[in-house]
């Protein structure tokens, strides 16, 4: 029982740690900074943020690890850390079911379908009549092997039998401005990123990676509309080391869920293209596990061999 009261103390009345395994100004890092300022404006917990880049988030992981179970520092991801890395690479220095524990579903933030303008097509069935009539002669790009934007199209090519060759670029970065020029044919890129685009109709979007319509572009289709079950959306989650007193881990679930609901926080994210989830422990977890098996599924589609 004194651990637990322990814990409590720290998440209660010291300040907590949101560990982030990107840079600054990544998807992580704007949703942990968007909570950890809510949870300290309005709450009255102050919470800081600790971006740990670099070694496929085992750096990051190592904090959590190697520091005190006591609720002291919690761990801010995107999925691709427990969903992607684990059929990537052989050698992790974190198993994301051995050493930490879901705490809440912060937010998502759906990939957007975009084309260049010269594919004449209106909407998402006839982009897919499109590509099956002209077999290995179309191109997508997309941030990296691996990435998320790479395993939502070689998901989409496996479910309908598409032939449309990959070309990988080192982030949206080069992804964006290629399909721009005209260098591909399309690819999936966050909604910030296109936006500009889409308003001089240089890009058209044609569906989204989520398991449904987005409220920030309710009239773009969810791919999961012609592919049940299909869900490649980028989730950003909250975990917490592996021995954290539960209690510590229900009080953190509880207060995440109630910044996700605050107004302002919903608009901040919305604006980053980012929708606020703040769901509960169990709904956490169960998203980790079904997502960890779809990107698995998604590699073998693609063909990669794990480092």
């Given at each position: 029982m004194a651990g637990a009261g322990l814990g409590l103390a720290f998440a209660d009345e010291r300040t907590v740690k949101f560990v982030v395994p990107n840079p600054a100004?990544?998807?992580?890092?704007?949703?942990?900074?968007?909570?950890?300022?809510?949870?300290?404006?309005?709450?009255?917990?102050?919470?800081?943020?600790?971006?740990?880049?670099g070694a496929n988030g085992m750096i990051a992981a190592q904090v959590l690890t190697n520091g005190p179970k006591d609720g002291s520092a919690f761990l801010v991801a995107d999925g691709s850390m427990f969903s992607i890395n684990p059929h990537?690479?052989?050698?992790?220095?974190?198993?994301?079911?051995?050493?930490?524990?879901?705490?809440?579903?912060?937010?998502?933030?759906?990939?957007?379908?975009?084309?260049?303008?010269?594919i004449?097509?209106?909407?998402?069935?006839?982009?897919?009549?499109?590509?099956?009539?002209?077999?290995?002669?179309?191109?997508?790009?997309?941030?990296?092997?691996?990435?998320?934007?790479?395993?939502?199209?070689?998901?989409?090519?496996?479910?309908?039998?598409?032939?449309?060759?990959?070309?990988?670029?080192?982030?949206?970065?080069?992804?964006v401005p290629a399909l721009i020029g005209g260098q591909v044919d399309m690819l999936f890129s966050a909604l910030p990123s296109l936006s500009g685009f889409v308003k001089t109709g240089q890009v058209?979007?044609?569906?989204?990676?989520?398991?449904?319509?987005?409220?920030?572009?309710?009239?773009?289709?969810?791919?999961?509309?012609?592919i049940p079950g299909y869900d490649f959306s980028p989730t950003i989650g909250v975990f917490a080391a592996a021995g954290t007193p539960q209690s510590v881990i229900d009080k953190m679930s509880a207060d995440l869920a109630k910044v996700a609901r605050m107004p302002e926080t919903i608009q901040i994210l919305s604006n980053a293209g980012v929708e606020a989830v703040g769901g509960s422990v169990a709904e956490h977890g169960k998203v980790i596990a079904s997502e960890n098996d779809r990107f698995g599924k998604a590699v073998l589609a693609a063909g990669i061999k794990p480092e």
């Open positions: 100004g990544g998807l992580p890092d704007t949703v942990a900074r968007v909570f950890a300022q809510k949870m300290t404006e309005k709450l009255g917990q102050t919470v800081i943020v600790d971006n740990r880049p990537l690479y052989k050698s992790l220095s974190y198993d994301y079911r051995r050493d930490f524990l879901p705490v809440s579903l912060a937010a998502s933030a759906p990939l957007y379908l975009a084309a260049h303008p010269r004449k097509v209106s909407n998402l069935r006839e982009l897919i009549a499109y590509i099956k009539s002209k077999p290995g002669e179309l191109t997508y790009g997309s941030s990296g092997i691996g990435s998320t934007h790479h395993l939502s199209m070689e998901a989409m090519k496996s479910a309908l039998g598409l032939d449309i060759q990959h070309i990988p670029f080192k982030g949206s970065g080069q992804s058209r979007l044609l569906g989204n990676n989520a398991a449904k319509r987005s409220s920030q572009e309710p009239n773009v289709p969810a791919i999961a509309e012609v």
